[in-house]
């Protein structure tokens, strides 16, 4: 019935902006949130050509999920996860299927409710002791310090394992050329293309061996020291395959390290700077954070999960933090056969592309979306249109395996800077977009005072965060 009403793909809006040769691609790369948020105004789904490839973006929300939940088996991940599972194997952001689907089953258990008893202690410890070494009147590189912090959060409570200074440096510098090379290579005609010598490959493989030398790190070499009880390291390390009945290799073990640092630490360093950022811009949401982190948290107690659970206004905020500044930029999918996605039928073979960035600036689910407003989050706010109006962690079988993980780290990360020091903007700088696979922010600098001090030498009673200058704006 579908199938005889159905359209052709034919029939999809070709996106304006073409060029010879390459397509959409320049207008991608060139502005990606600018140029994927234009298109929802020529249908839920529409026509791009990088270099000689179609590509079907889907703008539509309900599509969206219609295409991760209803489609996922017949549309697995596309070439931008490809170019990973090349680089570091079949881990569970890289894998689909039965291996993704027995994966997952293995990987769930770190991620259980009962974990986060003992995660969010931790949580605290490793940001209280990153934040311990600001010294009063020192300005600090925001999102340096969220994606150190953010690494050392997963290291420690995945791995039981505490990486180098040197090598928490590297990582980070090495992450965008990994990020860089991963979106270009997906672009290529061919992946042969990825084995000419080019910048940007010879990049990317550097990247991939510093990123690996960290993992393996974080792992330690099977029959070293025994990881410690309960850490994904030993989870893996004792877990069988289903499909071959054997144990997990080392390769494997590593994989699901390198998509644990890779999924878990950027998305939450660049949420983080965007909501110090917000609070800077929106002083008197930042006093109502504030009012509510000393109204429900005892001062020098240790955070658990039910004291998180109490901060309804801080989860709020971070909720439209993500809704605005939603990390993942894009994401692909493949049909690897025919399938009906809406009004159209699409043939094996194509790929589909998304962004949950672009969606959730979409003024037909949001009102001037661009506006923060953390009371679109709150009860009796006004609702987003749409059931699936916010997708930050995904839906369906890839749905974000770290999402309450992720929730409790921005609490307790935000809980513990702001309990304790008073940030100030250097005027003149500000976060900015830098958009590649992920949205990243970066730029974002401010003075720390300890709040006590502030209080004392007469500075905004209420004010962890004091409010930017209009040069700063
Ligand atoms: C603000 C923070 C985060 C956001 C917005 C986020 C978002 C997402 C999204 C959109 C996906 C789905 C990707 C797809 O459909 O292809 C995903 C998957 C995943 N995320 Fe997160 N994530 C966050 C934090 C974390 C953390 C902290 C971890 C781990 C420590 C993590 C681990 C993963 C893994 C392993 C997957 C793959 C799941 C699968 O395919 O089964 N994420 N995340």
Not at 105 to 131: K, S
Request: proline share 8%.
């Amino acid at each position: 019935m579908v199938a005889t009403t159905a359209r052709r793909v034919s029939a999809v809006p070709l996106a304006p902006g073409r060029v010879p040769v390459l397509g959409h691609a320049p207008a991608l790369l060139r502005d990606p949130l600018g140029f994927l948020g234009s298109l929802s105004r020529y249908g839920g789904v529409v026509q791009i050509r990088l270099g000689p490839r179609a590509v079907l973006v889907v703008t539509d929300a309900a599509l969206v999920h219609t295409l991760l939940v209803a489609l996922a088996r017949d549309c697995p991940r596309g070439a931008v996860q490809d170019t990973l599972k090349n680089a570091f194997g079949d881990g569970l952001l890289m894998s689909d299927g039965s291996a993704h689907r027995d994966r997952r089953r293995t990987v769930q258990p770190v991620f259980g409710p009962d974990r986060m008893t003992a995660y969010v202690p931790l949580m605290q410890r490793v940001a209280e002791e990153r934040i311990g070494r600001w010294q009063a009147g020192q300005v600090v590189d925001v999102p340096k310090e969220m994606n150190h912090l953010a690494l050392e959060i997963v290291t420690r409570a995945l791995f039981g394992a505490r990486l180098r200074e040197d090598s928490t440096i590297a990582f980070h510098r090495a992450l965008p050329d990994m990020v860089k090379g991963q979106i270009v290579q997906s672009l290529y005609p061919h992946p042969a293309f990825a084995r000419l010598p080019l910048p940007v490959n010879r990049r990317f493989d550097a990247a991939v061996r510093v990123l690996n030398r960290v993992v393996d790190q974080a792992v330690g070499a099977a029959g070293e020291a025994a990881p410690a009880d309960g850490t994904l390291t030993a989870l893996l390390r004792g877990a069988v395959d289903p499909a071959s009945g054997r144990p997990l290799t080392e390769a494997d073990v590593r994989s699901e390290a390198i998509t644990m640092f890779g999924a878990g630490t950027e998305t939450i360093s660049s949420t983080l700077t965007w909501f110090i950022q917000e609070l800077l811009d929106h002083p008197e949401v930042a006093a109502r954070v504030l009012d509510e982190l000393d109204e429900q948290l005892e001062p020098g107690a240790e955070l658990t999960p039910e004291a998180i659970e109490r901060l309804g206004y801080t989860r709020s905020v971070a909720h439209e933090v993500l809704r605005l500044h939603t990390p993942n930029a894009f994401l692909m999918r493949t049909a690897t056969k025919q399938v009906e996605l809406g009004p159209y039928t699409v043939p094996a073979g194509t790929e589909l592309l998304y962004s949950l960035t672009a969606l959730h600036r979409d003024p037909a689910l949001y009102p001037d979306p661009m506006r923060f407003d953390p009371g679109r989050q709150q009860p009796g706010g006004a609702p987003a249109a749409g059931r699936h109006a916010f997708m930050a962690f995904g839906a369906g079988k890839h749905k974000c395996i770290g999402e309450a993980f992720a929730w409790a780290e921005m609490a307790v990360a935000a809980a513990t800077i702001l309990r304790r020091w008073k940030l100030t903007p250097v005027p003149g700088v500000r976060t900015r977009e830098v958009v590649w696979t992920a949205v990243q922010a970066q730029g974002l600098r401010v003075a720390v005072t300890p709040r006590r001090a502030a209080a004392r030498n007469g500075l905004p009673s209420q004010g962890t965060l004091s409010c930017p200058t209009e040069a700063t704006r």
